[in-house]
């Protein structure tokens, strides 16, 4: 089994390509049971800001990691149109 690379979020990855993204599961403000938990989701770095597939928030990221490198031999992923250079935010 393949260790997944981690690299620190004050290093940004390469912009439109699916990310995992570590970030606190405690959101804001923060709920007490969770201070010091993390959620690991698949998100993407936009060139500004990183945000969930979901759509949604942009979550205060700690490290992020590239999929695709990990996915099993033969895996396709369905294409993202929010990928493409024509893209707009």
Same mark, same amino acid.
């Given at each position: 089994? &393949?260790?997944? !690379?981690?690299?620190?979020?004050?290093?940004?990855? +390469?912009?439109?390509?699916?990310?995992? =993204?570590?970030?606190?599961?405690? @959101?804001?403000?923060?709920? =007490?049971?969770?201070?010091? !938990?993390?959620? $690991?989701?698949?998100?993407?770095? &936009?060139?500004?800001?990183?945000? =969930?597939? @979901?759509?949604?928030?942009?979550? !205060?990221? &700690?490290?992020?990691?590239? $999929?695709?490198?990990? =996915? +099993? !031999?033969?895996? @396709?992923? $369905?294409?993202?149109?929010?990928?493409? &250079?024509?893209?707009?935010?």
């Amino acid at each position: 089994m &393949t260790a997944i !690379k981690w690299t620190w979020a004050g290093q940004n990855p +390469p912009a439109k390509e699916r990310l995992f =993204l570590i970030f606190s599961a405690a @959101d804001e403000p923060p709920t =007490l049971e969770l201070i010091g !938990k993390s959620k $690991v989701e698949v998100g993407y770095w &936009t060139g500004d800001a990183f945000r =969930l597939m @979901d759509g949604g928030s942009q979550p !205060k990221v &700690t490290h992020w990691a590239r $999929v695709a490198p990990y =996915l +099993p !031999k033969g895996i @396709d992923l $369905v294409h993202e149109r929010r990928f493409d &250079t024509d893209a707009r935010e």
